[in-house]
């Protein structure tokens, strides 16, 4: 049998992960009103809404992957870089778009809040490495 990571780590993990996957459970079903909220504020229209339904989907399904890695997260190790990838991915496009004026600022929020996020994925990877 293969040496483990240390219990410390793997509590570390499960902490992280469960937490960022019950996050995004709260944060991201409202996004499927926006649309509504978009109109009654007066907005433009979503132009193309397949790509915000799209996006709130699959952000979505990662949470699942966050709680399934938070049940083992000695198993699942090899998707932790992945779940990285994914906070970066919104943080990467939220902040440049900002910096351009094309974005909101409360939207930065939460793309810092991914970023952190990111930082204690990759703290959990690397601490769970077996021993």
């Given at each position: 049998?293969?040496?483990?990571?240390?219990?410390?780590?793997?509590?570390?993990?499960?902490?992280?992960?469960?937490?960022?996957?019950?996050?995004?459970?709260i944060v991201m079903p409202p996004m499927y009103l926006a649309e509504l909220a978009y109109a009654q504020?007066?907005?433009?229209?979503?132009?193309?809404?397949?790509?915000?339904?799209?996006?709130?989907?699959?952000?979505?399904?990662?949470?699942?992957?966050?709680?399934a890695i938070s049940r083992d997260p000695e198993r699942y190790r090899p998707l932790m870089p992945l779940?990285?990838?994914?906070?970066?991915?919104?943080?990467?496009?939220?902040?440049?778009?900002?910096?351009?004026?094309?974005?909101?600022?409360?939207?930065?929020?939460?793309?810092?809040?991914?970023?952190?996020?990111?930082?204690?994925?990759?703290?959990?990877?690397?601490?769970?490495?077996?021993?």
């Amino acid at each position: 049998m293969p040496p483990s990571a240390g219990e410390g780590a793997l509590r570390f993990a499960k902490w992280v992960f469960l937490l960022a996957g019950v996050y995004g459970l709260i944060v991201m079903p409202p996004m499927y009103l926006a649309e509504l909220a978009y109109a009654q504020a007066g907005q433009p229209a979503l132009t193309h809404p397949e790509s915000h339904y799209g996006f709130v989907g699959v952000t979505l399904v990662f949470q699942l992957i966050f709680l399934a890695i938070s049940r083992d997260p000695e198993r699942y190790r090899p998707l932790m870089p992945l779940c990285c990838l994914e906070k970066l991915a919104f943080a990467g496009a939220v902040w440049p778009l900002y910096l351009l004026g094309r974005t909101p600022g409360v939207v930065t929020v939460f793309a810092t809040i991914d970023l952190a996020l990111c930082a204690l994925f990759f703290t959990a990877w690397l601490r769970t490495r077996p021993v």
